[in-house]
């Protein structure tokens, strides 16, 4: 497979999905539980994936 090939760019994107909604799902345990470190953490982490693939956040309501 060469370097920036379209299966490349498949693999990582799901490899993305995989670890965002993974990601979700251990916020939503850490809020569940008050874990407030593991909270700011996992934010912290998803907020810096976001930037990097410049991702803007939804406006709030």
């Given amino acids: 497979m060469e370097l920036g090939g379209l299966e490349l760019v498949r693999e990582i994107s799901a490899l993305a999905v995989t670890t965002i909604e993974r990601d979700m799902e251990k916020l939503a345990q850490a809020i569940q539980i008050?874990?407030?470190s593991e909270v700011r953490r996992l934010s912290h982490r998803?907020?810096?994936a976001a930037a990097r693939r410049k991702i803007?956040?939804?406006a709030r309501r």
């Fill in 56 to 58: 803007k956040p939804r």
């Fill in 34 to 36: 008050e874990d407030w």
């Fill in 46 to 48: 998803m907020k810096e």
